[in-house]
């Protein structure tokens, strides 16, 4: 185990240090595109106004033939394409692939400094983080990249679940997890075909009526993820970074989604995958703050300037603990405002001024408490 005190230095001479705190953006979707389609590339700027986080995928549903289009797409994106204030992520393949280790040292090479984050796939312990920490500061030190790259771990393997504990605290480059239903369901053999959300024979039914065995009996379909997703946001929540709901597959199901999404928000998500556009605007209506809410945190901020003391607003005691609840919301309202002009409006905030933060690291309470936008 590392000393405490060497935690946050440099793996390499000089590497940037790496971060103390994870810097809190707006993250509601992480939008998926494949850049070995030149399309995508010329769309890329339009796309990115209208998404959170935009992440150029290299793996999975990019065929082999296409792996190096891919990456060339994504590093001219990066190098051309003006993204505002989205954050530019990508997948690369997996740890045992022979592709990663070209994504690593093409990506920070060409475009380190353009890039937020790499969500590396299949992680399945505190190991694999290790070797992409120290490769990753081998190649900041070597073309003088000046902020240190996060690292999201990508949740497949039932080892991963079972050892996201500790992969949440091995590095403090990591950023957050996201779970990935498909695979996860593979390895754990269980009997489903769907990616994300839940099935119809996964059910709970009530008990029968004593001598009324012809009785119908109520039945509710239940989440086999819900367990799960728990763990991690625990486990992301303790560390101090941020979980995401990963895909959801159906694309024309944007009831379904809808419902998944909200359900993983109300555990504490912050945001999800998007595949396709329409998944964007699902996303965007789930992990945005309630207006009533956000007018609500500003009064609280008002009354109580400097978070100290103790407050009875609308009949709700307010104190330090529910002061930095606000502030985190306030400034993710700030953010999005920022973003757009539609939620400027609903939540009374100009689309000028200061935004930013991080992931509150003393009031327990991450960004993951936000309350619905319905």
């Known amino acids: 185990m590392r000393n405490p005190r060497d935690f946050f230095k440099p793996l390499c001479q000089g590497a940037p240090e790496p971060q103390a705190d994870i810097p809190f953006t707006p993250s509601r979707m992480i939008h998926f595109l494949d850049f070995s389609n030149e399309k995508m ?161 996964y059910r709970v039914i009530e008990d029968p009526e004593t001598g009324g065995e012809d009785s119908a009996r109520t039945s509710y379909q239940q989440d086999p993820w819900h367990y799960s997703i728990a763990r991690m946001v625990d486990a992301c929540t303790a560390a101090g970074i941020l979980p995401f709901y990963g895909p959801y597959g159906d694309i024309e199901d944007t009831e379904g989604c809808e419902t998944q999404f909200r359900s993983a928000f109300l555990l504490g998500c912050v945001g999800a995958w998007s595949l396709h556009p329409v998944q964007i605007d699902i996303a965007k209506k ?33 104190d330090d603990a529910t002061w930095k609840q606000c502030k985190v919301m306030v400034t993710l309202a700030e953010q999005l405002a920022e973003k757009d002009p539609e939620l400027a409006e609903a939540y009374e905030m100009s689309s000028n001024g200061e935004h930013g933060g991080t992931l509150p690291t003393e009031s327990g309470t991450p960004p993951s408490s936000l309350p619905s936008s319905s």
């Open 41 to 201: 590339v010329a769309k890329a700027g339009d796309i990115a106004q209208k998404t959170d986080i935009l992440l150029g995928n290299l793996e999975d549903a990019v065929s082999v033939d296409n792996k190096e289009a891919a990456r060339a797409g994504l590093v001219k994106a990066g190098r051309e394409t003006d993204l505002g204030q989205t954050a530019l992520w990508t997948r690369v393949n997996a740890l045992d692939s022979p592709w990663v280790l070209d994504d690593l040292t093409a990506l920070v090479g060409e475009i380190g400094d353009q890039l937020d984050v790499i969500m590396v796939p299949k992680v399945e312990g505190p190991w694999d983080i290790h070797y992409v920490d120290r490769l990753l500061a081998q190649l900041e030190s070597r073309h003088e990249v000046k902020k240190p790259l996060l690292v999201h771990a990508l949740l497949e393997t039932p080892l991963g679940v079972a050892n996201l504990e500790e992969i949440a605290t091995a590095s403090p480059r990591m950023q957050g997890m996201s779970f990935g239903p498909a695979d996860l369901a593979a390895s754990r053999r269980m009997k489903t075909t769907r990616v994300g959300g839940g099935h119809p024979g």
């Open 286 to 318: 789930v992990f945005s703050p309630d207006p009533e809410e956000v007018k609500f945190a500003k009064k609280v901020l008002e009354a109580i300037p400097d978070g100290a003391g103790v407050q009875m607003i609308d009949g709700k005691m307010q």
